[in-house]
C-alpha cells in the first residue's frame, strides 16, 4: 500500500479500462450509423433514418461520458509518469498532439452537428456529419494505438546521451507493424461491440413485442454485423496480432500460454490453471501443435517457454495474463458461435420466432466489453516489466515525489466519480431504451 | 527551432484560454443572466455546440507542450499534482453537466446540473489562473528537474510556497474576472431578449472590475517576477503584445459604448491573447522558474527535444493548425446568428 508504483499503474489501468468502456461502443456504433445513414439515403426507406436517429441518441450519451473519461488518461501522462513522459514525450507526444489537431477538432466539430442537426441539415449534409464522426473516432484511435505501439515495440527511436529517447524516424513510428496489426484488431472489436448491442436491443424489442419494425432491423443488422466482425476479430486480425506477440514478445507469448517449457509441435491449452511457482498447468486441457501453427504458421515450429528466459524479463502477474489471454479467446469463439447460429436462423426466417436464442442474444452484450478488456488486459500485463519494452522499465518510469497516499487518494475520487457516471449512464441509456425509436414525420 | 515552438505551445495556450474562457465566463453567469429554464437553454443553445472544441485546445496545447518540451510537462504535471486533478475533476463535471442537462425535463434534474456547471465553471478559471501565477512566481524546482508542493501553506511568497498563495490566487481572481466580463460580451453578442439586455448591462460594471484588478495584478506580478519588467525593453514582441491587448480594450469599451458586441468581444479576445503574449514574452525563455535557483529554470533551450522531433512537429502542425482554425470558423458560420432556446429533446 506504501508503494507508489502500485498506485500508479492502479490508477492507469483503472482510469483507463472505465474509460474504454465508453469509445469502445461509440467508434463500433459510428460505423453502424453511417451504414443506417447511407441506406436510408440509398433507399429513401424511413426505418434507416428512424434507426439511425435512435443510436444517434445512445451515441450521444456514451461520447459524452468517453470524453470526460478521457481527459484524465492525458493528464496521468504528466501526473503519474513523469519520467516516462521526460524520456519519451519527443516521441509519443507527436502522436497524442496529432490526436487533438487532427481527430479531436474534427469530431468536436461535428458531434453537435450529428446529435441536434437532423432537422437543420440536408440528409446529405447529416449524412457528412455521420461521416466525420465515424473518421475522426477511428482517426483518434489510430494516434491512440500508435502511441500504445511505441511501448510495446518501440521503432523509429534512438537513446540520446542524457538518455531521453529521440525521434530518428517519423515514418518508422508512425507505421509501426505493431501499430497497424493491433489496430485492425482493436477497431474490428469496437465493431463488435457496436453490433452486439445493436442486436441485443433487437432482441430486447422482439422479446417485448414492441416497436415491430425497428426491432427486426436492428436484429437483422446486428446479427449479421456481429457475425462477420466477430468472425473478422479473429481471422485474421486476432491471428496476426499473435504472430506480432510471437515475433516481438516471446516471454509475452509463453506467458500468456503459461508455456515453461520449450520444444516443438507446442500445444495449445484450452483449459487449465497456471502454477507459476510449480512451473506448471493444473489439469490442462491442450491441443497438440496448434500452438506452434498459431505462432508461427507450422506444426512443427519450437515455440520458447519462459525457462529459457532471464526470470526478471516475465511478466510479473502471469496467472492473470494467462486468465485474460483465456478468456479472451474463449469468449471470442462463443461470440462467433452465438452469432453464426442468429444469422443461420434468421436466414431460415425463424429468429424472430427462436426465444431462447433472441434471449441468449440479449444477455451476451457483456461478452464483447470483458473480451476487449481482458484484451487490453494482455497487451498491458503482457509488456510487463517494460513501460517501453526493452527500453525502460515501469519501476522506472513513475512521478519520482508523488506519494502513494496521494495517488490512492485521487484513484479512491474517480472511483467515487465513476460510480455517479455508471449511475447516470444506466438511468439515460434506461431511458432511451423505455422510450424508443421514434419516427420523424418529414 | 526552440524559440519557435515555444510560441506555438504558447499560442495554442492562448487561444485555448479565450476559447474556453468565454464558455467558462457563460457558466459562470448563467445562473445571474439567465433566470427560467427557457432562457439557460439559450445560454447553453449558445456555447453547447462550441465547448468540446474549445476544450480541444487544451488537449492541442497540451500535446504540443508534451512533444517539444517533455520535461516541462512533466515536471509541472507532477508538480502540482492534486491541483491538476482538481482541474480535471471540474473539467469532468463541467462537460457532463452541459451535455447531460437537456437530456430529463425535470425541475430538480435540471436545477442539479445549472448548479454544477456554474461551480465548476468558477472553479477552473481560478485554478488555472493560479497556474499562470505559479509559472511567473516559479516554483521549488531543484537540480533533479522535478518539485512537489502542497496546495497552500501560509499564503506568503519564498522559496517554498504553495500552489496558492496571496500572488497566485489574486491571478487566479483576475482570470476569473476576466473570463466573466469575456463572457458576459458572447451572450450579449449572441443572444436576444431578457438575457442579452442583463448581460449586456452587466458587461461595463465587469469589464470596469477588470481594469482595477489587472492593475493590482500587473503591480502585484512586477514585485514578485521582476524580471518581467527588466526584460520588457529588450522584448519588441512584448511591444507587439502590449499593443495587441491595448488595442483589444479600446475595441472592448467601444464596442461597449456603441452596443456592437462582437466588436468588443472580439476586443476581449485580443486584450486576454495580448496579455498571454506579452508574459510569455517577457518570461523567455524560461517556461517553469525556480524559486531557489535560476541555474534550475527549465526553459525552451534546456527543456527541449532534439532538432529532428521539433521539425517533424513543425511538418504536421502546419497542415493540422489552418485546418483547426477552419473548424472555428465553420462552427461560429454554422451557428451565426442569435441563439434562441431549442425545443424540448431538439438541443442542448
Known sequence: MGDPLFWHRLQFGFTATYHYLFPQLTMGLALVIVILKALGLRTGEARYSDAARFWIRIFGINFAVGVVTGIPLEFQFGTNWARFSHLSGGIIGQTLG???????????????????????????????????????????????????????????????????????????????????????????????TGSFVVA?????????????????????????????????????????????????????????????ESGPRAALTLIGQPD?????????????????????????????????????????????????????????????????????????????????????????????????????????????????????RTAQGSSPLVHAGHTAFTTLGFAGIFVVFSMLWLFLIGRELAHGPESQAH | ?????????????????????????????????????????????????????????????????FLAFPKVLASGFSGFYLAMWLVVWSLMLRGISIEFRSHV????????????????????????????????????????????????????????PGVLDWYTVLIGVFALVTVTAHGALFLAWKTEGPVHLRAKRLAPRLWLLVLVVWVAASAATARVNPAI???????????????????????????????????????????????LAASAACVYPVMLKSTLNPAFDLTALNASVGGHGLRTGLVWWLFGFPIALGYVAFLFRFHRGKVSAAEEGEGY
Open chain 1, 98 to 192: 496529432m490526436e487533438g489537431m487532427f481527430a479531436f477538432f474534427l469530431e468536436s466539430s461535428f458531434l453537435g452537428l450529428l446529435i441536434w442537426g437532423e432537422k437543420k441539415l440536408s440528409p446529405k449534409g447529416h449524412f457528412g456529419a455521420a461521416v466525420a464522426l465515424w473518421l475522426g473516432s477511428w482517426l483518434s484511435g489510430y494516434f491512440i494505438i500508435a502511441t500504445n505501439a511505441f511501448m510495446q515495440h518501440p521503432t523509429g527511436f534512438a537513446v540520446a546521451a542524457d538518455g531521453t529517447l529521440q525521434l530518428t524516424s517519423f515514418w518508422a513510428f508512425l507505421l509501426n507493424p505493431w501499430a497497424l496489426g493491433q489496430y485492425a484488431h482493436n477497431m474490428i472489436a469496437s465493431v463488435v
Open chain 2, 1 to 65: 527551432m526552440e524559440t519557435l515552438w515555444f510560441w506555438l505551445v504558447s499560442v495554442m495556450v492562448a487561444i485555448y484560454v479565450v476559447m474556453d474562457g468565454f464558455d467558462f465566463g457563460a457558466g459562470i453567469l448563467h445562473l445571474v443572466v439567465a433566470k427560467t429554464n427557457e432562457e439557460r437553454r439559450q445560454v447553453l443553445g449558445a456555447i453547447g455546440p462550441l465547448w468540446d472544441g474549445n476544450e480541444v485546445w487544451l488537449l492541442a496545447g497540451g500535446g504540443s507542450l
Open chain 2, 229 to 275: 519588467l527588466h526584460n520588457l525593453p529588450g522584448a519588441p514582441l512584448a511591444w507587439v503584445a502590449i499593443l495587441l491587448y491595448l488595442a483589444g480594450l479600446g475595441l472592448v469599451f467601444l464596442g461597449l459604448g456603441r452596443e456592437r458586441f462582437l466588436l468588443a468581444f472580439l476586443g476581449s479576445g485580443a486584450f486576454i491573447l495580448g496579455l
Open chain 1, 200 to 260: 441485443a436491443v433487437g432482441a430486447y424489442w422482439t422479446l417485448k413485442g414492441i416497436h415491430p419494425v425497428q426491432a427486426d432491423l436492428n436484429l437483422r443488422t446486428g446479427t449479421i454485423m456481429g457475425l462477420i466482425f466477430s468472425v473478422l476479430v479473429a481471422f485474421p486480425t486476432g491471428d496476426l496480432q499473435g504472430k506480432l506477440v510471437a515475433k516481438y514478445q516471446p516471454i509475452t507469448l509463453a506467458a500468456m500460454e503459461g508455456r515453461f
Open chain 1, 276 to 392: 507459476v511457482s510449480e512451473r506448471k498447468i493444473e489439469n490442462p486441457i491442450k491441443v497438440p501443435a496448434v500452438l506452434s501453427f498459431i505462432a508461427y504458421g507450422t506444426f512443427s515450429s519450437n515455440v520458447k517457454g519462459l525457462l529459457e528466459f532471464p526470470q526478471d524479463q516475465w511478466p510479473q502477474n502471469i496467472e492473470l495474463l494467462y486468465y485474460s489471454f483465456h478468456i479472451m479467446a474463449g469468449l471470442g469463439t462463443l461470440m462467433i458461435g452465438l452469432m453464426a447460429l442468429a444469422v443461420f436462423l434468421l436466414w431460415r426466417g425463424k429468429l424472430a420466432t427462436t426465444r431462447p436464442l433472441l434471449w441468449a442474444v440479449m444477455l451476451a452484450v457483456p461478452f464483447p466489453y470483458i473480451a476487449t478488456t481482458a484484451g487490453w488486459a494482455v497487451a498491458e500485463f503482457g509488456r510487463q516489466p517494460w513501460l517501453i519494452y526493452g527500453v525502460l
Open chain 2, 105 to 160: 425535463q425535470d425541475g430538480l434534474w435540471r436545477h442539479f446540473w445549472d448548479a454544477t456547471f456554474a461551480v465548476s465553471s468558477v472553479v477552473l478559471p481560478v485554478l488555472l489562473g493560479a497556474a499562470l501565477g505559479n509559472v511567473l512566481r516559479g516554483v521549488p524546482l531543484d537540480g533533479t528537474g522535478y518539485f512537489s508542493m502542497p496546495l497552500w501553506t501560509d499564503f506568503q511568497l519564498g522559496p517554498q
